[in-house]
């Protein structure tokens, strides 16, 4: 792997670490949903520290340009965060519609309560 190449993704990673950390340290990013982008950032910096391991996967995998491994591991890496995003997104969908039917029965309570408060008022004045 060139070694500009080596330098560019290292700066890139390493102001890509300093804004999750940012985040994190503003509360703006739970510390939950960010491991895997911090499992991603450390995975990344082994890759371009050993480029040896880059040359290794790609004679393994079948890939001719050692560089292309890099994007390829990166894709993984979206991929899994993609994931990960639509498993937290389909259970805040969950909750809500929980939150959304307890609303609503709460709702008919309230009204059926009035409904009885106001014919106990009208039995009272007849």
Do not use: C, H
Request: hydrophobic share 60%.
């Amino acid at each position: 792997m060139n070694i500009t190449l080596r330098i560019f993704l290292a700066i890139a990673i390493i102001f890509f670490l300093f804004i999750i950390i940012n985040l994190l340290r503003k509360q703006k990013l739970n510390l939950q949903y960010s491991l895997i982008w911090l499992f991603s950032v450390f995975a990344l910096l082994l890759l371009i520290t050993f480029p040896e391991i880059v040359y290794w996967i790609s004679r393994i995998v079948g890939i001719e340009t050692p560089v292309n491994v890099v994007y390829v591991i990166e894709a993984m890496f979206v991929l899994l965060i993609l994931l990960s995003i639509t498993i937290i997104i389909s259970d805040l969908n969950e909750k809500n519609r929980k939150t959304i039917q307890a609303l609503a029965i709460l709702e008919k309570r309230v009204r059926e309560l009035e409904i009885e408060k106001n014919k106990s008022k009208i039995i009272k004045k007849g």
